[in-house]
């Protein structure tokens, strides 16, 4: 029986219950930490910040989401535990890097050059994170996060996807990605060459696209779908993200579609202020999906049902590991 470790328990996949499969409580870009003039994180005001939000998301029904922060990018698993045991609700952090492009890429490079099997060392400490815990905390991940960057893939990125494909075999633990709309199907390639079923991967951020060959290559090919931005205008308006959907839901993909906002509640540094989120068109509502999208997907001809399927049983048959049926004619 599968069982999926959240920041504070072990819980079954039915009791996942309606889920966000991507959203942030905190994250720093690298780098932060050497900005003189930024100000020191106010874990109490994170802290309430965080537990307001997920309070507005249990009235709204919400009983998990996923937080899956790379390591590299001011992840901080006791702040999830934290605020897990303050609401009841289930977090699920991840262990993975960030990719070459804007992840803290010195270290790594550096042990890349000094190290003839980088792939395998990397996947060494997903390992020890996903069965013994993050640092000594005892606080495990409960899933892989993968990042590439833009195309073409990067020598650094292909070590992540070979990193992430070993931790997922030696684990069992599902794997979820992020993308800039591009490679997901190179990534599902490679994974699954390595011997990685494909249902045990959501592409992440491929709503940052409009390409539906694109989109129905990955979901034909077995892997879920993470139309996980919502809310993130600056990338792609939502009235696309809501065409893409529904045309890969009327093409016979919505059992494997997931969906969430990327929304990143408490920055570290002094990266984006609450008025820059606004300018630049980034929300930070975890219900942007419920309050706004929803009513525009039904709209579109899409069913509450198939709504329901990509916020309930979607993520618990991902992290279950149940195979997807057979789309267009592919095994
Ligand atoms: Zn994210």
Not at 1 to 18: A, C, F, H, R, W
Not at 190 to 198: E, Q, S
Not at 245 to 266: E, N, Q, Y
Request: aromatic share 6%.
């Amino acid at each position: 029986m599968t069982q999926i470790s959240t920041v504070d328990k072990l819980i079954k996949p039915e009791e996942l219950g309606k889920t966000l499969m991507h959203e942030h409580l905190q994250t720093g870009m690298p780098g932060w930490t050497t900005d003189p003039i930024a100000p020191a994180p106010d874990k109490r005001e994170v802290v309430a910040k965080c537990v307001d939000r997920i309070a507005e998301m249990q009235a709204s029904g919400f009983t998990t989401m996923i937080d899956p922060c790379p390591n590299d990018l001011g992840r901080d698993v006791e702040l999830m535990a934290d605020v897990s045991a303050r609401t009841g609700f289930n977090i699920i952090c991840a262990t993975g890097l960030y990719t070459g492009e804007l992840g803290a890429t010195a270290y790594w490079r550096l042990r890349e050059q000094m190290n003839s099997d980088a792939a395998q060392y990397i996947a060494e400490g997903y390992i020890k994170e996903i069965t013994q815990g993050v640092g000594e905390t005892g606080i495990k991940a409960g899933m892989i996060k993968l990042s590439t960057g833009n195309a073409p893939l990067s020598d650094y990125d292909a070590i992540l996807i070979e990193a992430a494909g070993h931790a997922s075999l030696a684990t069992g633990v599902p794997i979820i990605t992020h993308t800039e709309a591009v490679l997901g199907d190179v990534q599902q390639e490679r994974l699954t060459a390595m011997g990685v079923p494909a249902h045990r991967i959501v592409v992440g951020h491929s709503c940052g696209c409009d390409d539906f060959e694109y989109h129905m290559k990955i979901a034909t090919g077995g892997s879920y779908l993470g139309f996980d931005r919502f809310g993130l205008d600056m990338v792609v308006p939502d009235a696309t993200r809501v065409a893409s959907l529904a045309k890969v839901i009327g093409a016979g993909a919505g059992d494997r579609v997931v969906v969430s906002h990327d929304t990143v509640w408490c920055w570290l540094g002094s990266f984006i202020s609450e008025e820059m989120h606004e300018q630049l068109g980034i929300n930070t509502n975890p219900l942007h999906f419920t309050n706004v999208i929803m009513p525009q997907l039904l709209e579109a001809g899409v069913t509450q049902a198939q709504i329901d399927a990509m916020l309930v049983d979607n993520p618990r048959r991902y992290f279950a590991g149940e195979a997807l049926s057979t789309l267009g004619g592919q095994t």
